[in-house]
Every structure is written in C-alpha cells, then in structure tokens.
C-alpha cells in the first residue's frame, strides 16, 4: 500500500526558512520521481520542484531558494524553503511518478499518488 506523508509546513515571518518532510511507505523512494505542488487559497496547484535519482528541477520561482533533496535511508524526499515570501503561502504536497517523460514533471496527471497536504503560511 503506497502511502505518502508530507509535514514540517508552519507560520513563518517572511525571509525566514522552513523545511518540508515527504515521508513515503509501501515503496522505496528511490524507485520514482517525487515532486513537491503547492496550491494556494483560490489557485490551482502549481509543481515547484522534483526530484529523479540525482537530477533536480524546480520552477523558476523558487530556483536559488528551494532546495529538494532525499535520503534513500529514512525513505524521505525533503523540502528546503529559503528566503520566503508571502506569495510562497499555499498548501504543499507531495506526489510520485516514474522516470519517463521527464520533461513533463510539472503536469500534475503524470504523477500516480499523492499525501495529503501541509500549510506554510509566510507573513510580511
């Protein structure tokens, strides 16, 4: 049963950092791609960055203030929020999918499972 745990969202001043935890059981991560999305308050949900194997990608609003990373051995895909804005503020997900089409990692219907999401909020 593939289940997908996102956490560590919280209130934060602007400027100030937060770090997201993707939690994934039932699979080891290293066998697909995770991406973290982030829908804000009457949005849609936007891909912010991705992670396969060792290649990384984000959007171009987060790029030199995001950092994705995973560690193979706590199972764990991790978010590092830098530099925050209040536009930042949404609900972050998490989400899964294989290798193919890379290219396409900012599509949400190429992704297979979900977690639920977690609030960061960024005040100015």
């Known amino acids: 049963d593939v289940q997908l745990q996102a956490s560590g969202g919280g209130l934060v001043q602007a400027g100030g950092s937060l770090r997201l935890s993707c939690l994934a059981s039932g699979f080891p991560f290293h066998t697909w791609a995770v991406g973290w999305f982030r829908q804000a308050p009457g949005k849609e949900r936007e891909a912010v960055s991705c992670i396969a194997r060792n290649t990384t990608y984000y959007t171009d609003s987060v790029k030199g203030r995001f950092t994705i990373s995973s560690d193979s051995a706590k199972n764990t895909v991790y978010l590092q929020m830098d530099s925050l804005k209040p536009g930042d503020t949404a609900v972050y997900f998490c989400?899964?999918?294989?290798?193919?089409?890379?290219?396409?990692?900012?599509?949400?219907?190429?992704?297979?499972?979900w977690g639920q999401g977690t609030l960061v909020t960024v005040s100015s």
């Open positions: 989400a899964v999918r294989g290798f193919l089409l890379l290219n396409l990692w900012k599509v949400r219907n190429t992704y297979d499972y």
